[in-house]
């Protein structure tokens, strides 16, 4: 056998299409709010276009709103030390926020230039752990009817000395009257007779479209999954980052205290947990803890490890954590070479036997073996303990909130995320603790969490009905897409009482019929992303 990440103890049905205004029937009344959903004012138009993909799975495309009046492209000029980093993703809205008295210094320096810049205070809404209030100032200059005006406008600040992002107020704006086009699958385990599962597809590293992970697998219909590895100085690309179970077997260690949704039973059942990972290799004179599964030892993708990481061992979003003497254990399944670098490295057979202890060559090991990695003092451990011929396991416990143990039988499976949006029906949003919220860096939330942009997310309602919802975002004229607080709005009002956000942005697709039914925002159209959200007929499953 493989290295074991066991715990520690022990046919498409027909098409059916049907174009309705927003009114919908009584049985649906427990899901939607009368008024339709909270998005803009509520006399806004709503049509909702449904179809039955299978007993017990419908697709529902709900279009909401139109173009604000006042909704325009404009110019933000970046204030110093105000901007984001650069971002994984690469279609995300760039995020110019500073604070008054430096927007102020910038203002003035662009009216002596000739302009008329106008000073816009952005705000944000309250949450469980970060208050309402004011993020900083954006300076805006010009008022345009399409981005190709506005990105020349931006490219003349350069001989200024200026650097201008073009930007549509429609994803700023507190108040905007839409458009919105949003997609909502729900799966009702009382009638479907299939399975939900999360799925890499053939290994954990790799990137592949949501559309071609569901066409291989014959799924009826997915969204994309969690978050994972674009640039390869992170990690391998495709790697996950936070928690990930297949079939049962842990194949990723969580982000630590931050949300994921455990389905059970092949998704008869979901539930949402913040989850905790310990891993330990056991050999015959005792147990060593190990930091990481599945991915490079020394990065922590999106932080939240363990003491000793820097510059925290607390979750930090689109972050990478480092620590210099980390050991990270490889299974089969990872798919890769195992990656290259300073340090040790012990080959295992599928008897979890040792067969060689060597450099971390990056050479490829036979299918089927297991690597344990380790850098600085844990490779100094490493080519102590680890000799060849020596039997070793790899233990896994996984927690939550409460530090009781989350067990996993041969249906389950585990896709993260994050935030949580909704618990008992409440919004239950905590930037904080999820690592949204940057210190010294007000941008950083405002552009993930206050802006609007593209969401897929999970949820579950009174009746135990599984919701997948997705919406199409930063395409000025078609679709807005949802600040975290509207996302959470969207799905009550849809009623989920249970839900967290998946992975979003350029990564955002939905999969129904026998293709992609949205518009990403990426500019190459389709994201290959790390994982998806599979829901698989009840024929041909394994």
Known sequence: ????????????????????????????????????????????????????????????????????????????????????????????????????????AVAARLTKAGYMPKLVEEKSPAYRDFPAGSQGFVVQIGSFR??????????????????????????????????????????????????????????????????????????????????????????????????????????????????????????????????????????????HTVAGLNRTPGLIPNCGGRPGDRPTSAPLMDSVCTNPNESAVLTPEYGSAPPAGPGVQAVVDPAGTVVSVGPRDGR??????????????????????????????????????????????????????????????????RPVADGLVHPGDPSFFYGWGIRRNPRTAIGTDRNGRIILLQADGRLPGRSQGLTLEEEAKVLRALGAVEAMNLDGGGSSAMYAGQGLVNTPSDPSGERPVGDAVLVLPATGLN
């Open 146 to 287: 399409d981005p190709a005006s506005a990105n020349a406008a931006a490219a003349r600040l350069k001989a200024l000395g200026f650097k201008g992002v073009s930007t549509f107020t429609g994803g700023e704006r507190t108040q905007v009257d839409g458009p919105w086009v949003l997609r909502e699958l729900v799966i009702d385990p009382h009638r479907f007779e299939g399975r939900i599962e999360e799925s890499h597809g053939g290994s954990q590293t790799g990137r592949r479209t949501t559309s071609q992970l569901a066409s291989s697998a014959e799924a009826l219909a997915a969204v994309n999954g969690g978050y994972f590895i674009m640039d390869p100085a992170d990690g391998e690309p495709g790697q996950s980052i936070g928690v990930v179970v297949e079939h049962g077997k842990l194949l990723s260690e969580a982000t630590n205290g931050r949300i994921a949704a455990i389905l059970r039973d092949g998704g008869r059942r979901v539930e949402f947990a913040e989850l905790t990972t310990v891993l330990k290799l056991r050999q015959q004179n005792g147990v």
């Open 364 to 429: 490829p090991v036979p299918a089927g073996d297991s690597v344990v990695q380790a850098i600085g003092t844990e490779a100094d451990w490493l080519a102590r303990s680890l000799r060849a011929g020596r039997h070793i396991g790899l233990e896994s416990t996984v927690t939550d909130r409460q530090g009781r143990e989350v067990r996993f039988g041969p249906d389950d499976s585990v896709v993260n995320g994050g935030p949580r949006l909704l618990s008992r029906g409440v919004a239950d949003i």
């Open 1 to 104: 056998m493989p290295i074991s990440t066991r715990p520690r103890a022990a046919a498409l049905a027909g098409l059916l299409a049907v174009v309705a205004p927003f009114t919908m029937g009584a049985a649906d009344a427990d899901r939607v709010a009368a008024t339709g959903l909270p998005l803009g004012s509520a006399t806004l138009p709503e049509t909702r276009t449904t179809r039955t993909l299978a007993e017990g799975v419908t697709l529902t495309t709900i279009v909401r709103g139109r173009v604000s009046p006042g909704d325009h492209w404009t110019v933000n000029v970046a204030i110093p030390t105000g901007q984001l980093p650069p971002s994984p993703d690469p279609d995300a809205p760039a995020s110019v926020l500073g604070s008054r008295a430096k927007a102020t």
